[in-house]
């Protein structure tokens, strides 16, 4: 990993000198009141599969609560953490994923479920490390361009380096495999390195380069090209890999503008697979119908206005890039999950932030946003 110095002299002296003042509580309200819709969600989504498989309609509810009130306690801490002090660490933080993304591999250590192994078992737990490195990544990219100065128009100086470690850890994820959270990972470091003053042309051009990486990933692996197959003709393939797609515009459909009702959608009764994680804007679409998930998106764009309000008055690079690197991941993870059940997408991994049942997930990104009530306090 490349070294990073410890202070940005002038940013930092201009950081200590301010007034810690309040943080942007519209921020964390928004942010909590999503964390509220998805814990309520998630037990009407996965009472009928808990039920069923656990003998109990809180068990998937219970798990949650404990994950959500620990996130608030590390959002807490990190609010009050100032974020410069993240710049140090974070060499050693994304040391401390690395070796978590290798040990997923480790047969005894690594837990597979449904046929990926992303989990390290902490007693009853599951810790997943690539929730970890989204954050992570985010925290060494934004220490180490913060420092770059006139070096960042030059590829080979700071643009390959970057997506050079980003490639290393996006490798271990793949061979989970999980293509969702690797892909979502490139994204944002893309949009981290425009940011920071990359030119465009430079980032479009090493997009462009990606192109055949992603399709070589996709049919290299026969799940993902059924997958693929699966999305772009559901009806011929209506019994296997388009039944993800066909019953989550179902549950949408169905919920026409009113909704069916909170606690009455069909699909959660073994219709829809996964209707607590990657599908759960389904069921919430088909039992609170377009009104409320419009309300939901919006609360969404609220989340990511305030946090690039943040970026553009944050006092120094290093919290102009945290802040909107954040707020970029937690948009692209938004993103991809809607597309998926509105069938932009081809069916992927990814949780919808705040919403989708999770521990590490939901961790991480209390732990983000947290990060960013903090430069708020310092904002300009």
Partial sequence: MAAIGTTDVRGARRTRTNLRGMPDYLLLLVALTILA?????VFSS??????????SPYYFLIRQMIWSFLGIGIMLFCLQFDYWRWRPLAPWVLGITLVCLLAVLVPHVGRAVNGSRRWIGIGPLLFQPSEMAKLTVVLYLAAWLSIRGARMHHFLET????????GVICALILLEPDLGTAAALVATALVMLYVAGVPLRQLVLTAIAGVPVLGAAIFASP???ERLLGFLHPQANATTSGWHIIQGLYALGSGGLFGVGLGLSKQKY????EPYTDFIFAILGEELGLIGGVLLLGLFLLLFWRGFRIAVAAPDTFGTILAASLTAMLAIQAVINLGVVMAVFPVTGIPLPLVSYGGSSLVFTLAGVGILGNISRYAR
Avoid at 46 to 55: I, T
């Fill in 37 to 41: 819709i998805g814990v309520i969600m």
């Fill in 46 to 55: 996965s009472s009928v599969v808990a039920s069923s498989d656990f003998g």
């Fill in 159 to 166: 643009t390959g380096p970057a997506l050079g470690m980003v």
């Fill in 223 to 225: 799940y993902r090209r």
């Fill in 270 to 273: 073994f219709y829809l697979p």
